[in-house]
C-alpha cells in the first residue's frame, strides 16, 4: 500500500510539472516574437513601454509583442514575422504588434493604413486576427488592407485575395463575410449590417489604388531611407497625425463583383512584399 501511494504521488508530481511546463509556453512564445523591419523609409520609431519614449526603426530593426509602431507624415515600413508573413504599416499610423505565435493575435490598428499579407502553405489555413478600437478581423490566410479612419476607430477593411471575417466589437451586428474585391466600413455608433450594392467593391479597388501610390511614392528611386525620431520623447497618444481626406474611401458596407486581384503591390519600385499568401 506504501509503495502504491508512494508512485501515485510521483506521477501527481509530474503530470503537475507538465502542465507548468505546458502553460508557461504560450506566455514565452509571445514575449519572444519579433517582427523584422525589411523595408523603411522616413519617421518610424516603436515605443517599447509605458514611457512613451520613441526609437528609431531601420531596416533591421526588430519590434517585440506588445509594442507600438508609430510613423510619421512620411513614415513606411515592410515588417516580416517568424511564418514569413510581413505587414506594411503607412504614414501617420500608429500600429501595436502582438504576435503569430500567440493565439494567432497580429496587429492592432490604433489609427492609420495598413496591408496585412498572410503566409500559408496551399491548403493549409494561417489563422491570425488583427483589431482596432472597432473591429475584429479575422483572417486564415490572405492579403488584406485596414484603415482606421478616425479616433472614433471607424473602420475600412478590403480584400485582395482570401477570406476576411468582420466583426463590430462595439455594436454588434452581424459577422460580414469578405471575399476578394469586397470591402465593409465598421462604424462605432452603428450595428455591422449584410453587404448590399456595389459600394463595397468600388472602396476596394479604391483604398488598394491608394496604398499602391502611396508605396510607390515612398519607394521611388531616390527617396532613401529616411531618419527615424531617435531619441524622441514625445507622447505615442493622439491620433498620430492628420489623416487628410484626400484619396480616403469612403462609403458603407457592400459588395460588388469579386474581383480576385492580386494581393501583391504593383507599379512603381514598390515590390511585391515577401509572404504574399493566396485565398484558400
Same mark, same amino acid.
Given at each position: ?215 510607390? $511614392?515612398?519607394?521611388?528611386? +531616390?527617396? &532613401?531611407?529616411?531618419? !527615424?525620431?531617435? /531619441? #524622441?520623447?514625445? %507622447?505615442? @497618444? *493622439?491620433? =498620430? ?14 459588395? $460588388?463583383?469579386?474581383?480576385? +486581384?492580386? &494581393?501583391?503591390?504593383? !507599379?512603381?519600385? /514598390? #515590390?511585391?512584399? %515577401?509572404? @504574399? *499568401?493566396? =485565398?484558400?
Amino acid at each position: 500500500m506504501l509503495e502504491r501511494s508512494t508512485f501515485a504521488r510521483a506521477v501527481h508530481t509530474l503530470l503537475l510539472a507538465a502542465a507548468l511546463v505546458v502553460c508557461a509556453r504560450p506566455g514565452h512564445a509571445q514575449s519572444t516574437a519579433k517582427a523584422t523591419a525589411v523595408k523603411q523609409v522616413g519617421n518610424v520609431a516603436v515605443v517599447k513601454d509605458s514611457s512613451n519614449y520613441r526609437t528609431a526603426v531601420f531596416v533591421g530593426s526588430q519590434v517585440s509583442a506588445g509594442q507600438l509602431i508609430v510613423t510619421g507624415a512620411d513614415g513606411y515600413a515592410l515588417f516580416q514575422v517568424a511564418d514569413g508573413s510581413t505587414f506594411e504599416v503607412f504614414p501617420d499610423s500608429q500600429v501595436t504588434f502582438h504576435s503569430t505565435m500567440s493565439v494567432g493575435d497580429l496587429l492592432n490598428v490604433v489609427i492609420g493604413r495598413i496591408k496585412v499579407y498572410i503566409q500559408h502553405l496551399p491548403g493549409i489555413p494561417n489563422p491570425n486576427h488583427v483589431s482596432t478600437p472597432t473591429a475584429l478581423i479575422s483572417v486564415r490566410g490572405t492579403v488584406f488592407s485596414v484603415e482606421v479612419q478616425d479616433a472614433e476607430g471607424t473602420t475600412t477593411v478590403a480584400v485582395d485575395e482570401g477570406i476576411v471575417d468582420v466583426r463590430n466589437l462595439r455594436m454588434g451586428g452581424q459577422i460580414v463575410r469578405l471575399i476578394p474585391g469586397q470591402a465593409t466600413t465598421v462604424d462605432p455608433h452603428t450595428p455591422l449590417v449584410g453587404l448590399g450594392g456595389n459600394k463595397g467593391a468600388v472602396v476596394q479597388r479604391a483604398m488598394r489604388a491608394m496604398l499602391d501610390a502611396v508605396r510607390d $511614392g515612398v519607394l521611388r528611386p +531616390g527617396a &532613401g531611407p529616411g531618419s !527615424g525620431p531617435a /531619441g #524622441t520623447s514625445a %507622447p505615442a @497618444g *493622439g491620433t =498620430g497625425g492628420a489623416q487628410g481626406d484626400k484619396g480616403k474611401p469612403t462609403g458603407t458596407s457592400g459588395t $460588388g463583383s469579386p474581383t480576385g +486581384g492580386s &494581393g501583391s503591390p504593383t !507599379g512603381g519600385s /514598390g #515590390t511585391p512584399p %515577401p509572404g @504574399g *499568401g493566396g =485565398g484558400d
